[in-house]
């Protein structure tokens, strides 16, 4: 069975825009990730119309709420049929702990955000958060670990020391990926797909390296290639 590690993020503001780019897309190579842009304007239909084209769907939602609003809104969107959905780890243990039993019978996977990246020492401070944004990320993916969730998103820098802490089942999901020779656009720090998955990364989001090439089709399979042969 196929296992394709590569998530292409649909960062599109309209429905038609990310289909053109989905029409270049084979399930075979990628699956694709739906974040609050996308299903703000395009809603449920469209993320049924992606699985129905054969597509795995990671639900980038990130629902952060009191407990039983968030195990009400994963148990909607299992309904979907989507392969991964997320949520806020900083929503805590009852939260989580809610999530996981509202879909506890189903094959979707469930993972959590631990902390933004764009979150800096000063805005940890703002919000009166203890300790280093290391300390802080693996503190909340023990967190998620222990209330049963499958895993978290984690840049690839953080995956190594993630990968030892919580063993090989969990999953980790990281962003920020570029090949050696590709531009980073506004990623602050960059890992090479092949970096990321030897860190420990079992997916990979890739947005604008593949959303934005001339061949996508292309990038996807070189990406995938590079990957395969680790
Ligand atoms: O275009 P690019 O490859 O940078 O897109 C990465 C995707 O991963 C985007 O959808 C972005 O929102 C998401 N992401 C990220 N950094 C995080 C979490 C998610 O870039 N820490």
């Given at each position: 069975m196929h296992d394709p590690r590569i998530i292409v993020a649909l960062d599109f503001s309209s429905a038609v825009d990310a289909l053109q780019l989905v029409n270049?897309?084979?399930p075979r190579l990628c699956r694709l990730k739906v974040g609050k842009e996308l299903f703000t304007t395009a809603g449920p239909q469209f993320v049924e119309k992606l699985i129905a084209k054969g597509f795995d769907v990671f639900l980038d939602l990130k629902f952060h709420d009191i407990p039983n609003t968030v195990a009400k809104a994963c148990a909607v969107a299992v309904n979907l049929g989507v392969w991964m959905i997320n949520v806020h780890a900083l929503g805590g243990?009852?939260?989580?702990?809610a999530a996981r039993e509202a879909i506890s019978n189903s094959p979707t996977r469930l993972i959590a955000v631990t902390l933004l990246t764009s979150m800096d020492q000063g805005d940890l401070a703002d919000i009166g958060?203890?300790?280093?944004?290391e300390q802080i990320v693996e503190r909340l993916a023990q967190l998620t670990k222990d209330c049963g969730l499958d895993g978290v998103v984690c840049s690839a820098l953080e995956a190594k020391r993630l990968r030892q802490q919580l063993g090989d089942d969990f999953c980790l999901v990281t962003p920020g990926i570029r090949s050696a020779d590709s531009q980073s656009d506004d990623q602050m720090r960059i890992t090479t797909p092949r970096q990321a998955i030897l860190n420990g990364a079992h997916y990979l989001v890739i947005g604008r390296p593949i959303t934005q090439a001339d061949d996508p089709i292309l990038v996807c399979r070189?990406?995938?290639?590079?990957i395969s042969s680790i």
């Open positions: 270049r897309l084979e243990r009852k939260m989580m702990m958060l203890q300790g280093t944004p070189q990406l995938s290639k590079e």
